[in-house]
């Protein structure tokens, strides 16, 4: 299994001292970065899709190898809840190409208002390049039955598992060849990483994507490094 570990985001200023250097600029955070971990989950795309010439700026920062994963705009889940969404679905990929091969797995989160719609999800899927890695983070537990979980099956798309203080994760449900984890506790202990790095590399997955949550100190970056190291 090929293992990808990293944090949810990188270009944090109160990471200066921690993780990055205190003089570091923001330009070359990415580039810092890179050399220790060898993904990221961007979430500001979330809000605002960047331009080609950024995407192909951050690919050019990065080493081979390295991956971005990526949030898909609110537009298609919150605002739109996946109704009319061609326009917006065919945009986001064919900007998304600018990153060539460094571009990893797309997550489509669900608000929690959105509630289980099998046709709505269908035609999203219906919409879905064949090359896109792209995983579904459901938080309204409504989605979370045999019905949707073999839909995504039938479409090779992943079931993000989400682990957080208030909703704790004990067995990961696999629906693809491949798994999307965001490790969002507020700390994990060496016992929690060592629990955490057996059950994935249990799964027969060809490859895993695993992020943790960013805050203000650094910790995010560190028990990337640190369960990357553990499950060698």
Request: some cysteine; proline content about 5%; hydrophobic content about 40%.
């Amino acid at each position: 299994m090929k293992l990808y570990v990293g944090a949810s985001g990188y270009a944090y200023k109160e990471w200066k001292g921690e993780f990055y250097p205190e003089k570091l600029s923001s330009a070359r955070m990415l580039g810092f970065y890179s050399e220790r971990l060898d993904t990221v989950e961007i979430n500001n795309t979330f809000y605002r899709m960047p331009t080609e010439k950024v995407l192909t700026s951050w690919a050019n920062q990065v080493p081979e190898g390295f991956v971005f994963a990526l949030k898909a705009p609110q537009r298609i889940t919150h605002i739109k809840r996946l109704r009319d969404i061609d326009e917006e679905t065919d945009y986001l990929f064919a900007t998304l190409a600018a990153l060539g091969d460094k571009l990893g797995p797309v997550l489509f989160q669900f608000p929690t208002s959105f509630r289980k719609d099998l046709p709505a999800l269908k035609g999203l899927l219906d919409l879905l390049p064949p090359y896109a890695l792209c995983a579904f983070a459901f938080r309204s537990k409504s989605w979370l039955d045999d019905e949707t979980l073999e839909l995504l099956r039938h479409n090779h798309c992943g079931l993000c598992i989400e682990d957080t203080d208030e909703a704790p994760v004990d067995a990961i449900t696999s629906t693809t060849s491949w798994g999307y984890l965001r490790l969002r506790g507020s700390d994990y202990t060496e016992s929690d990483l060592s629990r955490w790095s057996a059950m994935v590399l249990s799964q027969p997955w060809d490859k895993a994507f695993v992020f943790f949550k960013h805050e203000t100190q650094a910790l995010a970056p560190k028990l990337a490094m640190r369960f990357r190291e553990i499950s060698q």
